[in-house]
């Protein structure tokens, strides 16, 4: 049995995004259905929808910061009620017993790879998984967050399920805490979850950022300051003094500057994936003071429970402005320009007027 599911799709790479209806399957035994309320713009669903990374799937449905009401439940699930507010981030499914399925790190998959919520291979109803620009979805039980900020913030939580976790996730692995000196690179959706969360961690917090005019909101978030990554003398000031960088920018750009901050033993930690190639560094940056660089993919369910209960206890939600449906590729071409802060949060009673 399935159910008619409105959403707005993307058809090609160059195409807007438009109405769009599909099926779902109804809830199976372990699985949670979900009324969508809001979904968050990612910029890994603009790469998606306009094909930057290859291997996108036709028609797409992107979305993958979902909140919403749950409205069904199978008979084997037991964590959820109907009515509950519940969350689906990245990942619907995954092999759940390779090494890293039973380490709570779904997101590293050693056999078949995590399923994504979009654009990923659907086991249940064939084709391909549609995401969260849509008025429900159905997911299993183990693969959905409880939800237990207060109701009126909901439209802002609903960005923690990618940028939260995207950001959370590496600032807890390498042990980001009171007394280290962290640099967020980009202050975007997730650049300004990585802010409130580092600083909420009690690190000293910096912003490095392309756009100067975003200074007083960096330190409103929580930075010390923000750097302006193509001022020279700027960049030289802060030079061998960081513990570790968390770079989110979205496009290919030198890693060497940023490289040249770090102290001893430092690192810099690459979550943006941009759709061509950032230039190799320059291995001197890395040899000359045992600095590494390395790279982080979401984070695991268990750690994405984590996040929101860690977001909900420090108050923190995302900066969003608010956008209807029908607005997505408008908000695409501003997320491009570096013109959105911090986040765009679809409110998806807009799909009822398309
Ligand atoms: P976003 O909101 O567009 O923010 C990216 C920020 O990067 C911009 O606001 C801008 O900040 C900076 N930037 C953009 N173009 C730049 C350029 N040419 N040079 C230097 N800085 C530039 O994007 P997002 O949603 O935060 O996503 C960021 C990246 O992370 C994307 O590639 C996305 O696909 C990826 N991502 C990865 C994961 C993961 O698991 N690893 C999860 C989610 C998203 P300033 O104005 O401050 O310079
Ligand atoms: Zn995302």
Redesign the pocket.
């Known amino acids: 049995m399935t159910t008619t599911t409105h959403a707005f799709a993307a058809h090609a790479a160059d195409a807007p995004l438009a109405p769009f209806t599909f099926e779902r399957r109804d809830p199976q035994p372990d699985d949670v259905a979900i009324d969508i309320l809001f979904c968050g713009?990612?910029?890994?669903d603009?790469?998606t929808v306009r094909g930057e990374w290859g291997g996108t799937l036709y028609p797409c449905v992107p979305g993958h910061e979902i909140v919403g009401r749950v409205t069904a439940i199978g008979n084997n699930v037991t964590k959820f009620a109907v009515g509950d507010i519940a969350g689906v981030g990245?990942m619907v499914d995954s092999c759940g017993h390779c090494p890293s399925c039973n380490d709570g790190e779904e997101?590293y998959c050693e056999t078949t790879g995590f399923v994504g919520t979009y654009n990923g291979p659907d086991p249940v109803m064939g084709g391909h998984t549609m995401g969260g620009y849509s008025d429900h979805i159905v997911v299993k039980q183990d693969f959905v967050l409880k939800v237990t900020h207060d109701e009126a913030d909901l439209a802002a939580v609903a960005p923690l399920l990618?940028?939260g976790i995207?950001t959370y996730s590496p600032l807890r692995h390498w042990k980001v805490g009171p007394g280290q000196k962290v640099g967020v690179?980009?202050?975007?959706?997730?650049?300004h979850m990585g802010v409130k969360i580092a600083a909420a961690m009690g690190a000293e917090v910096y912003?490095?950022?392309?756009?100067p005019s975003?200074r007083d909101d960096a330190k409103r978030l929580g930075a010390t300051d923000l750097i302006v990554?193509k001022d020279p003398q700027a960049m030289a000031d802060h030079v061998n003094s960081f513990d570790f960088i968390l770079n989110?920018?979205?496009?290919?750009?030198d890693l060497n500057p940023f490289l040249a901050l770090l102290k001893r033993d430092g690192t810099m930690t690459?979550?943006?994936?941009?759709e061509s190639p950032h230039p190799a560094p320059d291995v001197g940056h890395l040899v000359f003071k045992r600095r590494a660089l390395a790279?982080?993919?979401?984070g695991g369910i268990k750690e994405t429970q984590e996040m929101l209960d860690f977001c909900r206890e420090h108050g923190l939600t995302a900066d969003i402005e608010m956008i209807r449906i029908q607005d997505i590729d408008a908000a695409y071409d501003r997320?491009?320009k570096?013109d959105?802060k911090?986040?765009f949060v679809i409110d998806m009673q807009s799909l009822k007027q398309a």
């Open positions: 713009v990612c910029h890994s603009l790469h990245c997101q990618c940028a995207t690179v980009g202050l975007g959706g997730l650049g912003v490095f950022s392309t756009s975003k990554s989110t920018v979205a496009a290919a750009h690459l979550v943006g994936v941009p790279g982080s993919l979401i997320m491009v570096s959105v911090y986040r």
